[in-house]
């Protein structure tokens, strides 16, 4: 029951993780509009790919 347990603590973990991203763009989508959240989007996207590169143990 134990191991149970931590599989339901560990998926209610991930879709308030999940939940609370999609809330959070979806608020800061209407607070930018669609022109300044695309180039926030752009931003995100571009900070993101060298993290997840150096997270493969590749150099930029």
């Excluded at 989508?29 to 931003?43: D, H, I, K, N, P």
Aim: charged fraction near 10%.
């Amino acid at each position: 029951m134990g191991k149970l347990k931590n599989v339901a603590w560990f998926c209610l973990e991930k879709i308030i993780i999940l939940g609370g991203g999609l809330i959070t763009s979806i608020l800061v989508a209407r607070y930018l509009g669609a022109e300044q959240f695309g180039v926030f989007s752009l931003a995100v996207t571009l900070t993101a790919l060298p993290v997840a590169v150096s997270q493969w143990g590749g150099a930029i």
